[in-house]
């Protein structure tokens, strides 16, 4: 349901809804996914886990899995070619343990075999001695002098820190002032696939890898490193992928590199494809945070000052850390206009699963704890909660708690009267208390907001490339560095594509990514792929109309400003010729025909010798940041959105089922009506299961469960039908004004639910998830704070 | 041994020999050719051929190959969904005979098996009813009216003509007049690897071939009209070739399309691999053409006027007779000035085997024709053969038979003085004639040249495109729509990026063609790999350097034109700076550093958004051809060459021993100096087996041979050293004033040594190849000659 748009006759593909491209091979099982992927003799890989969560290697024995028939390699670090590290951060993961495992999920040898039994059985057979060590397992005690290191550089992986004015003097002009803590859980990206690579050796002795990979470029860049090869020899291509959410980023390179490293030393295909016991108990996890937020505001309830605090664990390596927290820390204080800021964020290194990159990145976190403390400090206030968060949020022209002046249309505002006219959100509050008085179960409302920067930022690297091929007879043939992981990618950058040619969805082929024919495009996440691949698309794309209008001209007997391509057909435009140069020719008679179809001008450009290649190329716009303040314009561009949830709670059992939940999201310009939607049902879903049941959890570096047997995760009988208004303030820089969602759809959904199920039991649980015990019981943060209280 | 190059110290990589870059895993096995392609569960697919030249057919029955166990699929004509017909030339070619089978290569039906024998079975279960019709097999007798249709507008395949000046009048001027047939016969590719072809049913129902295919786009095009998918979707990527020579042009197509049927149909990879036999009876092979010669000179040897009558045998279809027949009426005079010239070449449908695309494509003929005459001429006129071709060759400015005025230096007559200065020409033949007086074996030493039009000219679309990637540790991805071949393509245009980037070629990895990744760049074939790749490639890498020059110059403080990209490095030129608008900024201190490594520049570059990849795109120069006369630019430029041969000839056993060879060519530029030798190595290899043993004999459209056992290929033993000289006049258009190499190298071979056996013999032999029986007795067209001979 979305709003309204502006200017919309002006596209013909752009906010229409149109089917996943590749929907039909997904649901015919004809996508191939990674582990679909099969050489006629391709041998099988498995790895050797650490049997200890920290501890010394002293030996490793690999003699008994050498002998046995069937098996081809064993390898261990010493066989490394180049360097056993991989990963943007340091210090870098390795690729086999040598000295040392840091959690349960590292490696310490791999076996190729015939069969994927035999290399199961050569795994078994090797025996490594260990020295064991101490394990951390709490990242604030990590940072404790007297905690054993699991790096030798120490335990604290990363501070990242924001200094926006002087919070002192922003308490002292505080009339009220709250001090609360918020924690979040370790949560698994739980896609449908679990991860596979093929792995080939090539020609020019390189190697080929296909596989469930989302960050095809870092992966690259790992596998040469280790391989010691040129990143010119080294092939990553993406299979269709069944779920990331973050979960197969760069951490991929690792199971890449161990398969490429027995295809090399084997000469043959090597596939290793993930159990999902092998997959939970290696694969990287959502940060958990434990946050400290102290905030000042005047009896008006206008925010003076925020001081927040958070300890993030990052459990065995660095990984995205470095990132994730960055993000947390420029979003910690919500969108909100705070005029004093000091953040700190410690990300530590422990000997639990690590962590890393999860959709929202960094975000879901410190948006239930700055969420969660809106409604705190409303209720402090004696203030609803719409009414503290109106007066307070971000608008044109204000600056944000890392001191960037927003210059465009800033929408949080509009996002929570969206979701609270919808919801009547004010109105079901009021009915509500009423209710709970004397009805069970329990009902309650909550609502949550946010502002998010679109794409990389300051974090790194932000450009992107697209190649366009039209065809001679009108298909086209696209491709981009960014993937598709299930998120529409390809059907977004379809729909750029066909809106800018002229042609039809179906006549376009988007191709999956290749590193060797595609230009290194940066990570397919931050939810920038609609814009840069978008922006990267339309260069290509108007280079290839430029290319091939003055033959249509021609044919067509009409000025070049005046052509329309629509619907696989070139003609001449029904609306006033627009000014320019080319409209003297206006007056000229036409060649006698109205139009031609795409395919036929593409063939006679093509008898012309006319290039219908085009690669496009965008660079996202400048900005910055100085690490010593945490001051900077951290993102070119902002999304706001605001959710309400409404609950039901059984107080008896601790049960919560969420009833209702209204959705907005200012997305800049809706490219394909029904990906956005799913974007938001698939975020909200996500956000639901954060909330209410998702949890890894670990004792000692030891999790407690290995399957989704025990792992709880949202059914569709848990989700409910959720409204969706979109707002569409067209960004100066997005392609047709469209900005991002993939992200900012998940992240402010589990605060909305967890501030309905309060407002419901009239009692904070703040930690997450709000499992039946929390709720039940008040256990968790909820109870302490009962205790200990804070605030003047 | 090429001759002092012009200008050398500016290129760093250029004219070189570098080892080609795919030697390494061609030796070592770890190339993948076309049946080296293999996918789990795939299907082994075979063709039921027609069992008559010609006939009609009037019935199929598949039921017993259907019922067999482990056949998947039994298809006919009938279960083709689109067209059945491919090719560029009409009538087109079919895919599945329907009606009638022309030829004994035709295929009525395919099988897709289990394995290759339960197919083989499948294959002879087949039964087919046929009506027999009369056979054609004579291209002559095939164009009289009461000769049978082999196709239903006649026999007439293709009438090529050239209309000069007015050879009555040019006869009517002359003193000398010669008139002569000669003749040429059927040869094979002999390429050492079959056709080999795997289908894979693709996402989005589309379809992926992947196999030794030499012209992936004129394929692609057949494979969508057959299979009734957009070009989008249907995707044909090169496996590496083991040879092809013409060979495995657009009629690959028809392969391609039979596995692909195959494929859609059953749903599963669908590997088709001919075997020799196969390959012999069905792969097309070079025309045999029969050719009077009238030709007019006065007493002084200056030629008047040419009339050249031509019949080629076309075999069962077109292909592409059309244009191998244009080439020859282009080049059909040989390289000299003839005022007046009347050339018709007719090519006609028989039952035969039918012919196409062979190196040299129409030209070994033609030459072998011309170079005879201009032979027979001089010893009519009692000159030596030298002198009458020095008097009469093009010259600058010249015009040649088409009418078109040469704007460039014109070197037929310098190459014909190297080959005759380095092999001593005029004394050897004196010294010859001395020594066969009394001696055995009889010697003798020939000449012949050429010149021959670069690339495609007014036979088509001529244009193509490169991409070209650097990657950030300064290796780079190179690929390119126009394939190797065995050519040494992906080793030539490596050295042209490795020119134009300052990188060594093995920092390149030149990638195998793919259709979805690169935009059509017409047919691998007219030596236009170099000249139009070349082109391309050097467009885009300029791009690539423009992009990061700018950063380079910051880094190095100096200005953007003194820079020197060279092994890997970028530093500031020793060379005196040039002059430009960048030179102002000489004065400049540097910024401390004087080079840096180009990955490293390319990472400043990445890291700044810089793109580090582009498509560069060349078309060929504006060419001309008026039909009706035979006249025009034919081609944006030429290349010239000639070639000396010394033989022995044992007169007992008719057997010819070829003693020496020296060949001169004008290159424009040699680019790769081990790759422009390798092709004049094989060149003559290839024209020596042509002149001497290679022949495809059919009797009533029956082959006389199915395999090499029979086919004569001239071995190590039979290839004599040969001499090279190079002539270096850089080309005005050609990269870095390189042209073509690769058919030219061959096209000469033949009548050198043609011509030096009738030196050794007294007598001429004018019927290829010179066999034993021709040599010994005397047979073919020399009877003839020597009983009716010709001239006034």
Redesign the interface.
């Known amino acids: 349901m979305p709003a309204p748009r502006k200017k919309r006759t002006a596209f013909a593909a752009i906010g229409t809804s149109v089917p996943n491209?590749?929907a039909?091979?997904k649901v015919t099982g004809?996508?191939?996914y990674g582990a679909d992927h099969?050489?006629?003799?391709?041998l099988y890989g498995r790895v050797k886990y650490s049997e200890h969560p920290h501890a010394l290697i002293l030996s490793i024995d690999v003699s008994r899995a050498v002998n046995l028939s069937g098996v081809r390699a064993v390898l261990t670090h010493a066989d490394i070619p180049g360097e056993n590290s991989f990963g943007t951060a340091v210090p870098h993961q390795v690729v086999l343990c040598s000295e040392k495992v840091r959690y349960l999920g590292d490696v310490v040898a791999i076996v190729a075999a015939d069969s994927e039994e035999i290399a199961a059985k050569a795994v078994e057979s090797i025996t490594v001695k260990y020295k064991i060590l101490p394990v951390v397992s709490d990242p604030v005690e990590a940072l404790s002098p007297r905690s054993p290191a699991v790096h030798a550089g120490g335990n604290l992986c990363v501070h990242q820190k924001v200094r926006k004015g002087d919070v002192g003097t922003g308490f002292s002009q505080s009339e009220v002032v709250l001090e609360r803590e918020y924690a979040t859980q370790k949560v698994e990206h739980a896609y449908m696939e679990p991860e596979a690579v093929l792995a080939e050796?090539g020609?020019?002795?390189?190697i080929t890898v296909t596989g469930s990979v989302q960050n095809l470029y870092s992966i690259r860049?790992g596998l040469?490193r280790v391989l010691a090869l040129?990143?010119?020899?080294v092939r990553v291509r993406q299979a269709?992928l069944g779920g990331s959410f973050g979960g197969k980023d760069e951490a991929m390179t690792a199971l890449c590199c161990r398969a490429a490293l027995l295809a090399l030393k084997t000469g043959r295909p090597v596939k290793m494809v993930n159990t999902r016991e092998n997959s939970m108990r290696e694969s990287y996890k959502r940060h958990p945070y434990r946050m400290k937020y102290k905030v000042g505001a005047d009896r008006r309830g206008f925010l003076k000052a925020m001081e927040i605090t958070i300890h993030a664990d990052a459990g065995a390596y660095a990984a995205m850390s470095p990132f994730v927290t960055w993000r947390s820390t420029v979003q910690a204080t919500g969108p909100y206009v705070v005029p004093n800021v000091r953040t700190d964020v410690y990300a530590a290194y422990t000997n639990n699963c690590y962590t890393s990159a999860m959709r929202g990145f960094g975000s879901p976190q410190v948006c239930f704890g700055s969420e969660s403390l809106m409604d705190e400090l409303a209720e402090k206030l004696g203030m609803d909660p719409l009414e503290v968060r109106l007066k307070n949020t971000l608008r044109g022209r204000s600056t944000t708690a890392t001191g960037q002046k927003l210059n465009h249309t800033v929408s949080v505002g509009e996002a929570l009267l969206n979701v609270t006219k919808k919801g009547r959100f004010l109105k079901t509050r009021a009915s509500n208390r009423k209710h709970n008085e004397r009805s069970h179960p329990k009902k309650g409302v909550g609502i949550s907001c946010s502002y998010r920067g679109v794409s990389l930022g300051a974090e790194g690297?932000?450009?992107a490339?697209v190649?366009v091929?039209l065809?001679?007879?009108?298909?086209?043939?696209a491709?981009s560095g960014l993937v598709d992981m299930g998120q529409g990618a390809a059907t977004t950058i379809s729909l750029m594509v066909a809106e800018e040619l002229g042609v039809t969805v179906d006549?376009?082929?988007f191709?999956g990514a290749?590193t060797?024919?595609?230009?290194?495009s940066g990570p397919t996440v931050a939810s920038r792929t609609s814009f840069m691949a978008g922006q990267a698309a339309r260069r290509a794309c108007k280079e290839i109309v430029e290319r091939i209008r003055p033959v249509a001209s021609e044919v067509l007997g009409c000025p070049v400003d005046s052509l329309l391509f629509r619907n696989n057909w070139v003609s001449h435009s029904t609306e006033r010729t627009r000014r320019g140069p080319g409209s003297r020719k206006a007056g000229r008679g036409r060649a006698g025909r109205k139009r031609l179809r795409l395919g036929e001008l593409a063939s006679l450009c093509?008898?012309?010798?006319?290039?219908?290649?085009?690669?496009g190329?965008y660079?996202?716009p400048a900005t910055s940041w100085d690490e010593r303040t945490g001051q900077g314009d951290a993102y070119f561009t902002f999304v706001y959105g605001a959710n309400l949830a409404e609950v039901e709670v059984d107080t008896e059992t601790g049960t919560v089922r969420v009833t209702r939940f209204v959705s907005s999201h200012d997305v800049g310009r809706v490219l394909n009506l029904n990906g956005a939607r799913g974007q938001v049902y698939g975020g909200v879903a996500m956000g639901l299961g954060y909330a209410l049941f998702e949890e890894y959890a670990e004792q000692d570096g030891r999790p407690s469960l290995e399957n989704f047997d025990e792992y709880l995760l949202p059914t569709v009988s848990d989700v409910p039908e959720t409204e969706i208004v979109f707002i569409e303030n067209p960004d100066r820089l997005g392609p047709y004004g469209a900005k991002s969602l993939g992200e900012p759809a998940c992240e402010i959904a589990a605060p909305a639910i967890a501030n309905a199920v309060c407002d419901a039991l009239g009692m904070r649980v703040r930690e997450l998830p709000l499992t039946l015990e929390r709720v039940r019981l008040g256990r968790g943060l909820s109870r302490k704070e009962k205790r200990g209280s804070a605030g003047p």
């Open positions: 491209v590749d039909v091979d004809r996508a191939k099969d050489r006629k003799g391709q050796p020609e020019n002795g390189g860049r040469a040129p990143l010119g020899r269709t690297v932000d450009a490339g190649t091929s065809q001679t007879d009108g298909s086209v043939v491709s006549r376009i082929r191709l290749d060797s024919r595609l230009p290194d093509f008898a012309r010798g006319v290039s219908l290649f085009a690669h190329w660079r996202a």
